[in-house]
């Protein structure tokens, strides 16, 4: 945090190219977060930028007495990313990752299978829960800064994360059968 704070300092007081030490240390985490938010991996460093960009811009404003510059950034991130689904309305591709240890073509159809029940799943979560697990499960924040972003008591997360774990288990159920 003392690191974070003399880089933010240095920006401040005109040495912006020591910004590109934040991108660095956070680019892929925000990244990653957006990309499982929106669904839409097209955009996701589009939005990212953005993101880095009213960062910079906002800079001055922040406050660490108030929150972590991670907080304050994943907020951003957080803001952003919902600004964008409700713009393009995102829909799921289905299109799941690929992985070429796969010998058997059947093997391969029963992932691709369960990578389409398990995106449409995260997709029909609510978004509240979606951000919620996804903050805690991908990127791995603490119950305390989840509430912080999201503006909520953190009893509100836990529920919520709770919540988006029966809903993705109910709509997994079966999985395991099939799968072997």
Known sequence: MTEETGIIRAVLEGDTESFRLLVQRYQKPIIRMIANLINDRHTCEDIA??????AYKKLPTFDSARSSFSTWLFTIARNKSINAMKK?????????????????????????ELFAKLDRALQSLHPGHKRALIMAEFENLPYEQIAQIEGVRIGTIKSRINRAKQRLRSALDGIDGDIQ
């Open 49 to 54: 930028q953005e993101v880095f960009l009213a």
């Open 88 to 112: 393009r309305r995102v829909s799921s591709t289905g299109n799941p990752p690929e992985n070429p240890d796969f010998s058997e073509p059947a093997d391969s159809l029963i992932r691709d």
